[in-house]
C-alpha cells in the first residue's frame, strides 16, 4: 500500500530511509565529501530496504576518494579530456599553458579545496617573483590574464565533480595598456627607408648587400603589402600572380580567416614582388625570404626582426611620444595600414576601411581602436616628400583571382 505520511529514518551518519506520501517502496538519500547519493529501493519492507539502502551506501563511499587526493593536477587532466576532437589545437594550448604555470606555487599538486582567493594571490606574487628571477621583469598583464583564463576552466570543472561547493573568485584582472605595433608617422618611416637603402649601399659585396637589400625588400612587402612579419616569411612565389599592371598576393593566414587577395598597388611595392619572384623561381624552397646562413654559423636562421631593431635605432626612431613600448619589425604592418588610409583620402577624399581590413585580415573595429588613432590632423596635411610621391599615383584594378 502507498505510505499515507512522510517519515525519514536516519540510518548511519549521512545516510537516510525516507517514506514518502504516495509512495510504495522506500528511498534512501545520503551525502558525502559534498556529493550526493540517491537510490530507490524499490522496496516495502523496512528491515530489507534498510539493510540494502547501507549496502549500496558503504559501495558509494569506498568509490569516492578522500577530497584531499583531489589536486589541480587530476582537474587539469578532466578539463583536457573534455575538448572534442576536433578542438585539438585548443587542447594542446591548453595542456602547454598548464604546464608553465602548474609548479609555480605548488599549483598543480594543490588540492582543489585550497585554492582560494588567497591561495591566488599569493600565486600571482610568486609567479611575478620567479618572472623577475628569469627575465629581469615583472609580469606582464596579458600573461597574467591568460593564466586566470587557464586556472578558470579547471576550477569550474572541479566544482562539476562535486569537488568543491563554489569556484573561488578569481582576483581582479589588470588592465592591459595598448601600446605595441604602434605605427611611424610617414616621415618616420620615409626617414627608415632611407636608412635601410644607406644601409644596403653601405654593406660590402656580395653576402651582406645580400643581407641587407633583403631587410629591406621584406620592409616594403610588410609595410604597403599589410601583412604580418611571420606572413611575409612564409610568401612563396606560388602566391603571387602578375596580371601584366601590379601584382596580387594570396595566401592563407591563419586558421578560419579566408585567404586575401591582396593589390600591390603601389610600384615600389610591385617592382619588388616581381624581383622577388623571379628569384624565388630559382630556389628549391620556392620562398620569397628564405633564412640565410651568415659565415660561421651550423644552421640558416632569421634575424629580421633584430636587422629592423638596429635599423630603427640607427634612425632613432624607437619611442613614440609618451609611450615606454620601444617600436619594432611589428610596427611596420600598422604604417603600411595608415599609409593606405592615407593614401585613400587623398585620392578619393575619403577610405574604404573594409577593403583595407580585408587586406589587413583584420576587422574594421581593431583598425580604427589601434591603429587609426595615431593619425591626426597633422597627418591630413602633411606635404607628401618626392621620395614618396610615387605612392599615391596607381589605382586598383580587377581581381584576377576572382572566378568570371
Given at each position: 500500500?502507498?505510505?499515507?505520511?512522510f517519515?525519514?529514518?536516519?540510518?548511519?551518519?549521512?545516510?537516510v530511509?525516507?517514506?514518502?506520501?504516495g509512495?510504495?517502496?522506500?528511498?534512501?538519500r545520503?551525502w558525502?565529501?559534498?556529493?550526493?547519493?540517491?537510490?530507490?529501493?524499490?522496496l516495502?519492507?523496512?528491515?530489507?530496504?534498510?539493510?540494502?539502502a547501507?549496502q549500496?551506501?558503504?559501495?558509494?563511499?569506498?568509490?569516492?576518494a578522500?577530497?584531499?587526493?583531489?589536486?589541480?593536477?587530476?582537474?587539469?587532466?578532466?578539463?583536457?579530456?573534455?575538448?572534442?576532437?576536433?578542438?585539438?589545437?585548443a587542447?594542446?594550448?591548453?595542456?602547454?599553458?598548464?604546464?608553465?604555470?602548474k609548479?609555480v606555487?605548488?599549483?598543480g599538486?594543490?588540492?582543489?579545496?585550497?585554492?582560494?582567493t588567497?591561495?591566488?594571490l599569493?600565486?600571482?606574487?610568486?609567479?611575478?617573483t620567479?618572472?623577475?628571477?628569469?627575465?629581469?621583469?615583472?609580469?606582464?598583464?596579458?600573461?597574467?590574464?591568460k593564466?586566470?583564463?587557464?586556472?578558470?576552466?579547471?576550477?569550474?570543472?572541479?566544482?562539476r565533480e562535486?569537488?568543491i561547493a563554489r569556484?573561488?573568485?578569481?582576483?581582479?584582472?589588470?588592465?592591459?595598456?595598448?601600446?605595441?605595433?604602434?605605427p611611424?608617422?610617414?616621415?618616420?618611416?620615409?626617414?627608415l627607408?632611407?636608412?635601410?637603402?644607406?644601409?644596403?649601399?653601405?654593406a660590402?659585396p656580395?653576402?651582406a648587400?645580400g643581407?641587407?637589400?633583403?631587410?629591406?625588400?621584406?620592409?616594403?612587402?610588410?609595410?604597403?603589402?599589410?601583412?604580418?612579419?611571420?606572413?611575409?616569411?612564409?610568401?612563396?612565389?606560388?602566391?603571387?600572380?602578375?596580371?601584366?599592371?601590379?601584382?596580387?598576393m594570396?595566401?592563407?593566414?591563419?586558421?578560419?580567416t579566408p585567404p586575401a587577395?591582396?593589390?600591390?598597388?603601389?610600384?615600389k611595392?610591385?617592382?619588388t614582388?616581381r624581383?622577388l619572384?623571379t628569384?624565388?623561381?630559382?630556389?628549391?624552397d620556392?620562398?620569397?625570404?628564405?633564412?640565410?646562413?651568415?659565415?660561421?654559423?651550423?644552421?640558416?636562421?632569421?634575424?629580421?626582426s633584430?636587422?629592423v631593431a638596429k635599423?630603427?635605432?640607427?634612425?632613432d626612431?624607437?619611442?613614440?611620444?609618451?609611450?615606454?613600448?620601444?617600436?619594432?619589425?611589428?610596427?611596420l604592418?600598422?604604417?603600411?595600414?595608415?599609409?593606405?588610409?592615407l593614401?585613400?583620402?587623398?585620392?578619393?577624399?575619403?577610405?574604404n576601411?573594409?577593403?583595407?581590413?580585408?587586406?589587413a585580415?583584420?576587422?574594421?573595429?581593431?583598425?580604427?581602436?589601434?591603429?587609426?588613432r595615431?593619425?591626426?590632423?597633422?597627418?591630413?596635411?602633411?606635404?607628401?616628400?618626392?621620395?614618396?610621391?610615387?605612392?599615391?599615383?596607381i589605382?586598383?584594378?580587377?581581381?584576377?583571382?576572382?572566378k568570371k
Open positions: 500500500m502507498p505510505f499515507t505520511t517519515r525519514s529514518h536516519e540510518l548511519q551518519s549521512g545516510l530511509l525516507e517514506e514518502r506520501k509512495a510504495v517502496s522506500y528511498v534512501a545520503g558525502h565529501q559534498k556529493r550526493p547519493f540517491y537510490l530507490n529501493t524499490k516495502t519492507e523496512f528491515e530489507a530496504a534498510k539493510a540494502l547501507t549500496k551506501f558503504d559501495e558509494f563511499v569506498g568509490k569516492v578522500p577530497l584531499s587526493t583531489q589536486t589541480m593536477d587530476k582537474a587539469a587532466d578532466l578539463n583536457e579530456a573534455d575538448y572534442l576532437q576536433s578542438k585539438d589545437k587542447r594542446r594550448d591548453f595542456r602547454k599553458r598548464w604546464n608553465a604555470i609548479d606555487h605548488r599549483l599538486s594543490t588540492p582543489v579545496q585550497e585554492v582560494t588567497k591561495f591566488l599569493a600565486f600571482a606574487k610568486a609567479r611575478d620567479a618572472m623577475v628571477e628569469r627575465r629581469g621583469e615583472g609580469i606582464k598583464p596579458s600573461t597574467i590574464r593564466d586566470w583564463v587557464t586556472i578558470g576552466p579547471v576550477l569550474r570543472r572541479a566544482k562535486g569537488w569556484v573561488p573568485e578569481l582576483p581582479e584582472l589588470p588592465k592591459i595598456e595598448v601600446d605595441s605595433n604602434i611611424f608617422k610617414e616621415f618616420e618611416w620615409v626617414k627607408r632611407q636608412t635601410a637603402e644607406a644601409a644596403v649601399a653601405a660590402p656580395p653576402e648587400k643581407r641587407a637589400q633583403a631587410v629591406l625588400d621584406q620592409m616594403i612587402v610588410i609595410t604597403y603589402g599589410l601583412i604580418r612579419p611571420e606572413e611575409s616569411e612564409r610568401l612563396h612565389v606560388s602566391h603571387l600572380y602578375d596580371d601584366g599592371k601590379q601584382v596580387w594570396r595566401f592563407p593566414r591563419k586558421t578560419g587577395d591582396i593589390p600591390s598597388r603601389i610600384p611595392l610591385t617592382d614582388l624581383r619572384k628569384q624565388a623561381a630559382t630556389r628549391a620556392g620562398l620569397l625570404f628564405p633564412p640565410t646562413s651568415r659565415p660561421g654559423t651550423k644552421k640558416p636562421t632569421r634575424n629580421f633584430k636587422a635599423l630603427i635605432e640607427a634612425a626612431l624607437q619611442y613614440w611620444i609618451g609611450q615606454k613600448k620601444p617600436r619594432t619589425s611589428w610596427s604592418r600598422p604604417t603600411g595600414i595608415c599609409l593606405e588610409v593614401r585613400q583620402r587623398r585620392a578619393d577624399g575619403s577610405e576601411l573594409h577593403k583595407i581590413a580585408r587586406w585580415g583584420n576587422k574594421v573595429e581593431r583598425l580604427e581602436k589601434h591603429y587609426l595615431y593619425l591626426d590632423a597633422d597627418d591630413e596635411q602633411f606635404v607628401i616628400p618626392d621620395s614618396m610621391s610615387h605612392v599615391y599615383n589605382g586598383v584594378v580587377g581581381n584576377p583571382f576572382k
